[in-house]
């Protein structure tokens, strides 16, 4: 699985960015899709999770409201919208994927289990 992270630029608190990652992989529909971050110094945390199907979306305490997920499983492709923005949203962002067991696997929000990751892409959120 190859996952490319775009979309990450330098914004003003309370701007927009829109973060996107496209999956190299057959059965992408059969993935979990999420997106961490990590700010300097900082652990990697989780920000924003959807399932295989698309139906159900999980978002930290921090981003709730604020941010989005969504996923097109015809183009292989997660999508993060991201409004409101806050100095604090300031880290690098990476797309993260894991093939579920069943179709019932939920999501697990701890980074040691997701196996495949992208590059990452910058987000910097100015005061």
């Known amino acids: 699985v190859q996952l490319q992270a775009s979309g990450g630029g330098s914004v003003e608190a309370g701007g927009s960015l829109r973060l996107s990652c496209a999956a190299s992989?057959?059965?992408?529909?059969?993935?979990?899709m999420a997106w961490f971050r990590q700010a300097p110094g900082k652990e990697r945390e989780f920000v924003s999770a959807v399932r295989w199907t698309g139906g159900r979306t999980y978002y930290s305490d921090s981003v709730k409201g604020r941010f989005t997920i969504s996923r097109d499983n015809a183009k292989n492709t997660v999508t993060l919208q991201m409004n409101s923005l806050k100095p604090e949203d300031t880290g690098v962002y990476y797309c993260a994927a894991v093939r579920i067991l069943s179709t019932s696997s939920d999501v697990d929000t701890n980074s040691n289990a997701w196996p495949h990751w992208g590059q990452g892409t910058l987000v910097t959120v100015s005061s």
């Open positions: 992989v057959r059965t992408f529909s059969m993935y979990n």
